[in-house]
């Protein structure tokens, strides 16, 4: 055996100690050393061994108590299977930490845990629990996966009449593992484990039938801990980052318990307290990069990703090894990663017989990046494939240091696996080799997940327009296929009228081929190639195609295909008739029921209700499609839409808001900033010294007026008062040393209701800044307003990084009114409130009533004020807000309960002098802010409604978001 490679992290690896034993030496004798490192904002925070330790035991204490009390009228079972989501909301599923503490937990508590994939059907994981005699399943809490898990249990005791039944476990969250007060329940003695027994179970792919569960002894646990010291790399001290793959793939199980205990590797994973991690290239890259990561196991198409990026390239270099697997890598990519002097280390592992490669060369071969050694530990035999001398099939053989797990043959009276893989050897350097193919054809993705063609192959010649038929995808993310059409059906494809009809004509049968495979395995009607005529399909002896030479002469049409990928666009789904974030929204909902399947909820994140990475290439394709057709905005500005935008915006609200915004920013022209004609201007009686330079801006007809253009800092973008529309009162904001834009009500501003006005002016600001951070702030009766504006940029995925109210809080429309018994269609009623609602601001006497205004400006004025506070009372007095008990009632609790919706914290500047004064003493502090919203900040600024404006105290308030420290 092996001996340990480093000498900072001590553990028996010699055989003495058996795994569960090496996990409790560590909580001993390695007690400070790292076993696992997550983002901690910026940063990043260790778990050590002690600490790691009592999580496994409070995770195994978990299980024992509720198998306890679920096991008294069932038949006890030794396997526990855990189907979870993972990185996404810590609430309801499991971080890749506490996944790795649940796997511990439950083999410490005496079962086998098995892993199972959520991307099964329910049908699939049906059979790994009655193939395992499986009667406990651990299923997190999020709705996609409970409704898999309880289906998955139905089936089970479906077909067993009531015999076989599944009880469901409750999964432990992070909290419970690492941040409970109690010292960890002593475990009950359990008997050491015998090197033949069962400690943990994984699943194969199931590409080829139903995936095939895989049993791991204790013996095959520790022979997995000591591959790595094969290779050449020491791991100890060594930061991997697993933030790209499942947890209930093997290798990454292995990666986060096995070399975590037995050689001192450092996991680092997402936070466990991020409301959303989808493992997307950005995350994982910036993650990697805040926890210091050495080693990274990326998928190819992130480290495709992160190539085109020249920044990422020195970060990637800093990386001790980079490993990749399950899947290729394109051959330019990794010419010039490695060309840059990035260590690529392909690693080819087997779940039936383990790592076949080495795990962590020093170094990539001479020969090239792209060429595989055999680990010293495996014996590996190639075995020439019949008809073709360059190809070779792999052999795995049962070795002292490599227990099979799986045999289905025998070479010299010794156990040996036929993986049904077919590689090639260098011809120079015989020990290299690289992975070919499958025999049995499986296609495998640049994501490294696997279609099987020959199922889908069967169902689409079932078609009698079809004659036959080949699936193709290997290495892309898609696949696609090429049909040959029966005899009757033939026609020249290079017609496109004639191809979209047969097309359309074979697409139930295609639809019934992508019901039934997986999500990464549908094919799209644009991917759906038709032979033709002039080159026939080439067949064996057995009337089989032959597969390599027939997709090798349609290679220039299946390259075509893809390239035409990059306009999928879904032309049959309707172009909007109007760019209206409504009718933008219409569409894109559209687009993800038709690429995911089904429809989905405007705010749920569709990464957890069955997109995945092809999904957000497809949607992006097909709304950068429609953009371009409609010819809406220049296509530069399409262009510039990321390749993963859907994973900055993954649901619909946040992909409409961001598609609007670029729409607003790219297709229209800049409003036109010259200062017009002055304005007839009022007299407002307000009392406000008005500044030259300041009327012209006010007197413009724009909405969005720049008083100051900063530094390229976001701007503070303040609403007008409720008073009028009007930004006379804003004038002193001229003292601001940052950006500084002001809104004002103009002839085009919608009048109706808050929400048209809200929708109106969420546009406006799109246009001048198509993202964010943003600052918003609303001076006096435009108070609700804002915070309903905010509400919007919150909901289509815009971060707000300031929002204020400036002396006013929206309940106090409603002040001194009894909301059950308002009519405000009564014109008298109404015209009392109104009446009421100006007295408050001390400006009822510097209103003339309309019928003695003269001034065609001041009846603007009148019907602007109006319209404010009518929108704003109307919106509080809608239905939302009242109880049906036997009586309708007004309730402060439903509009506390809407209010607490915001999550942008809340700041409410309150002057000494202002409108504070006109309530109640109990009021004036905090204008009543602090009842609906507990949280919010309460700023204090000596002056009246109008001149605390020019307040130092206020100034320096207000801009320090965004000043220098």
């Known amino acids: 055996l092996p001996t340990p490679m480093s000498l900072t992290f001590k553990t028996p690896i010699d055989g003495s100690f058996g795994f569960l034993e090496i996990i409790e030496y560590n909580r001993v004798n390695n007690a400070k050393h790292s076993a696992f490192r997550y983002q901690n904002n910026d940063a990043y925070r260790d778990i050590p061994w002690s600490e790691a330790a009592e999580g496994f035991h409070r995770s195994a204490n978990l299980i024992l108590n509720q198998t306890q009390l679920s096991t008294e009228n069932s038949t006890d079972t030794s396997v526990i299977a855990i189907l979870a989501a993972t990185g996404k909301h810590a609430d309801v599923h499991l971080d890749s930490i506490t996944y790795t503490c649940l796997i511990i937990g439950i083999m410490q508590a005496g079962y086998t845990p098995f892993p199972i994939s959520t991307r099964n059907s329910a049908e699939a994981i049906t059979h790994l629990l009655i193939t395992t005699k499986c009667t406990r399943l651990v299923v997190t809490d999020d709705p996609a996966t409970k409704i898999l898990g309880r289906t998955a249990c139905e089936l089970v005791s479906k077909g067993s009449d009531g015999i076989h039944c599944v009880d469901q476990l409750n999964t432990p969250t992070f909290t419970d593992l690492f941040e409970s007060k109690n010292i960890a329940t002593p475990l009950p003695v359990q008997p050491r484990r015998q090197k033949t027994e069962s400690a943990v179970i994984f699943h194969s792919s199931g590409s080829v039938s139903f995936p095939k569960p895989i049993t791991f002894t204790y013996k095959k646990m520790l022979e997995m801990g000591t591959f790595p010291t094969h290779g050449e790399i020491d791991l100890c001290g060594h930061i991997f980052s697993v933030h790209c793959l499942p947890m209930y793939r093997t290798f990454i199980q292995f990666i986060s318990s096995n070399y975590g205990a037995m050689l001192g590797l450092t996991v680092a994973a997402f936070s466990p307290y991020e409301p959303v991690v989808v493992p997307s290239p950005e995350h994982v890259f910036s993650s990697a990069k805040a926890t210091k990561s050495t080693l990274i196991f990326p998928v190819p198409s992130f480290l495709e990703s992160w190539a085109r990026n020249e920044s990422s390239l020195e970060v990637l270099k800093s990386f001790r090894a980079i490993l990749f697997g399950g899947g290729p890598l394109s051959k330019k990519v990794g010419d010039m990663l490695s060309e840059e002097g990035i260590n690529l280390t392909q690693v080819f592992g087997i779940t039936e017989t383990g790592p076949v490669s080495i795990i962590a060369p020093a170094t990539p071969p001479t020969e090239g990046w792209d060429w595989l050694r055999t680990s010293p530990h495996v014996d590996a035999i190639f075995i020439p494939e019949i008809g073709n001398d360059e190809v070779f099939r792999l052999i795995i053989k049962e070795s002292d240091v490599n227990t099979l797990l799986v045999s289905n043959m025998t070479i010299d009276g010794i156990p040996a696996y036929d993986t049904n893989d077919l590689v090639i050897r260098h011809p120079k350097n015989g020990s290299l080799w690289q992975f070919y193919g499958r025999h049995d054809d499986q296609i495998t993705h640049s994501t490294g997940v696997r279609t099987n063609p020959i199922p889908m192959e069967s169902t689409i010649r079932e078609d009698p327009r079809v004659s036959d038929a080949l699936i193709f995808g290997h290495g892309r993310l898609q696949v696609g296929v090429l049909v040959l059409p029966s005899a009757g059906y033939e026609f020249d494809p290079n017609n496109e009228k004639m191809l979209a009809e047969y097309r359309n004509s074979i697409w139930d049968t295609i639809q019934k081929v992508n019901e039934i495979v997986p999500q990464y395995s549908r094919i799209f009607k644009e991917m759906i190639i038709v032979a033709t005529p002039a080159k026939p399909f080439e067949y064996t002896a057995k009337r089989i195609p032959r597969r390599a030479a027939v997709l090798a002469s349609y290679a220039s049409e299946i390259e075509e295909a893809y390239r035409g990928v990059e306009s999928f666009s879904l032309t049959d789904i309707a172009s909007p008739a109007k760019w209206d974030v409504n009718a933008v929204t219409e569409y894109i909902r559209e687009v993800i029921r038709r690429v995911i399947g089904h429809n989905v909820e405007d705010m749920m994140n569709i990464f957890e209700v069955g997109a995945d990475s092809l999904s957000s290439v497809s949607i992006r394709n097909a709304l950068v499609g429609v953009l371009h057709r409609s010819k809406i905005m220049p296509l530069s500005c399409i262009r510039k839409i990321p390749q993963d935008f859907a994973y900055h915006f993954p649901t619909i609200a946040q992909l409409s808001g961001f598609i609007y915004g670029m729409i607003l920013a790219g297709g229209m022209e800049m409003p036109d900033m010259s200062v017009p004609t002055p304005l007839e201007s009022p007299s407002t009686g307000l009392g406000v010294a008005q500044d030259p330079i300041f009327n012209l801006l006010e007197q413009s007809k724009d909405t969005v007026v720049k008083i100051k253009t900063g530094s390229g800092e976001p701007p503070l973008i303040v609403l007008h008062a409720g008073i009028g529309g009007r930004i006379t009162a804003l004038a002193p904001l001229q003292n601001f040393t940052t950006a500084v834009w002001a809104i004002q009500m103009t002839e085009q501003t919608p009048k109706a209701s808050l929400n048209e006005i809200a929708d ?104 602007y004020s109006e319209a404010m506070w009518k929108a704003s009372t109307c919106f509080l007095l809608e239905n939302q807000f009242y ?83």
């Open 760 to 863: 109106f002016y969420y546009m406006k600001i799109k246009e001048q800044q198509p993202v964010g951070p943003y600052r918003l702030a609303g001076y006096s009766g435009s108070s609700l307003l804002t915070l309903f504006l905010a509400r919007i940029f919150q909901d289509r995925g815009d971060d707000i990084m300031q929002l204020a109210l400036f002396d006013h809080f929206p309940t106090l429309f409603l002040h001194e009114i009894n909301p059950d018994s308002l009519d405000v269609d009564n014109p008298d009623q109404w015209s009392e409130v109104y009446r009421l609602s100006l007295k408050k601001l001390y400006i009822e006497d510097s209103f003339a009533s309309r019928d003695t205004a003269t001034s065609s400006t001041m009846e603007v004025f009148f019907q």
């Open 883 to 965: 109880l049906e008990l036997d009586e309708k009632r007004w309730s402060q609790d439903l509009l506390k309960a809407w209010l607490s919706e915001i999550k942008s914290q809340v700041t409410v500047y309150v002057a000494s002098e202002g409108i504070a004064q006109f309530f109640p003493e109990e009021m004036r502090e905090d204008l009543g802010a602090r009842a609906f919203i507990p949280n919010c900040e309460v700023i204090n600024i000596v002056g009246d409604h109008y001149d605390f404006f020019e307040a130092d105290e206020f100034l320096n308030y207000v801009q320090a978001p965004v000043r220098p420290a």
